[in-house]
């Protein structure tokens, strides 16, 4: 079995309870359901009381506390590719590709990478 690239655990995936994004690597399974790291927070919380360590990031930040939804350059939707000029915590914030278009909104999970803009420390 082919072990997974770091940039593959870095793609971006719908949670199925909370239906927010979060990175594929950083997705945990618990009693057969998988849920984000926002998910799994609220269950410690409710089940142990345990509130959420510092270090206990989640989305955007990975587990380093990088931000990596940040890095990405372009994306395809539909077909179709796009630069990201921005992004906000679940939308990338892509120009307009004509002249009669506003700027895009698309929704992170619904979106595939295509390239990223790597910081110098990660290893591929
Ligand atoms: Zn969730």
């Known amino acids: 079995m082919e072990r997974e690239t770091h940039e593959e655990m870095l793609e971006i995936v719908e949670c ?11 997705m945990i399974w618990r009693d057969g359901k998988q849920m984000c790291r ?16 510092p ?5 955007p930040r990975y587990e380093d506390g990088h931000d990596y939804s940040a890095e990405v350059r372009v994306i395809e939707f539909e077909g ?6 921005d ?8 120009p307009p590709m004509h002249a009669n278009e506003g700027y895009h909104l698309i929704t992170k999970y619904k979106a ?13």
């Open 87 to 94: 992004s906000t915590v679940d939308h990338y914030v892509c």
């Open 112 to 124: 595939k990478i295509i390239e990223r803009k790597m910081p110098d420390n990660v290893k591929t």
């Open 16 to 26: 199925k309870q909370c239906h927010k994004p979060e990175y594929y690597g950083m």
């Open 55 to 59: 270090t206990n990031y989640i989305f």
């Open 80 to 85: 179709s590719q796009y630069e990201v000029l």
């Open 38 to 53: 926002g998910c799994w927070c609220e269950l410690r919380q409710k089940e142990a009381r345990q509130r959420p360590a």
